[in-house]
C-alpha cells in the first residue's frame, strides 16, 4: 500500500489511499528517509497481528479498500518491485 504513494513509479496506481490516510505528503517507501524508512505514520502495528489505518476523516467503505491487492503487508526484504 506504501508504494501507491510513488506516483513516479506507479503513475496509475490506486490514489485513493495517499488522499484518505493522514500525511499525506508521504512520498512512498522508496523515497522515504526517515531512519528504518518508518515515514508512513498513518499506519501503524501495535502488535504482531494488528494493522491499524489512520484516516483523515471517517470513510465507511474503508474495509473494502483494504480487501483491495495494494493492501497486503510485505515485509521490505521481500519488495522487489
Same mark, same amino acid.
Given at each position: 500500500?506504501?508504494? #501507491? *504513494?510513488?506516483?513516479?513509479? &506507479?503513475?496509475? $496506481?490506486? =490514489?485513493? &489511499? +495517499?488522499?484518505?490516510?493522514?500525511?499525506? $505528503?508521504?512520498? $512512498?517507501?522508496?523515497?522515504?528517509? #526517515?531512519?528504518?524508512?518508518? $515515514?508512513?505514520?498513518?499506519?501503524?502495528? %501495535? /502488535? =504482531?497481528? #494488528?494493522?491499524? &489505518? *489512520?484516516?483523515? *476523516? +471517517?470513510? @465507511?467503505?474503508? /474495509?473494502?479498500? @483494504? @480487501?483491495? %491487492?495494494?493492501? @497486503?503487508?510485505?515485509?521490505? /526484504?521481500?519488495? #522487489? =518491485?
Amino acid at each position: 500500500m506504501e508504494r #501507491t *504513494h510513488d506516483r513516479d513509479r &506507479f503513475p496509475r $496506481g490506486p =490514489s485513493c &489511499f +495517499p488522499r484518505l490516510l493522514t500525511g499525506p $505528503g508521504y512520498p $512512498g517507501p522508496y523515497k522515504d528517509k #526517515t531512519p528504518g524508512k518508518m $515515514g508512513l505514520t498513518s499506519v501503524t502495528t %501495535p /502488535n =504482531s497481528t #494488528t494493522i491499524m &489505518f *489512520h484516516l483523515q *476523516h +471517517p470513510f @465507511a467503505d474503508f /474495509n473494502y479498500l @483494504a @480487501a483491495i %491487492p495494494q493492501t @497486503a503487508p510485505v515485509p521490505p /526484504n521481500k519488495d #522487489t =518491485s
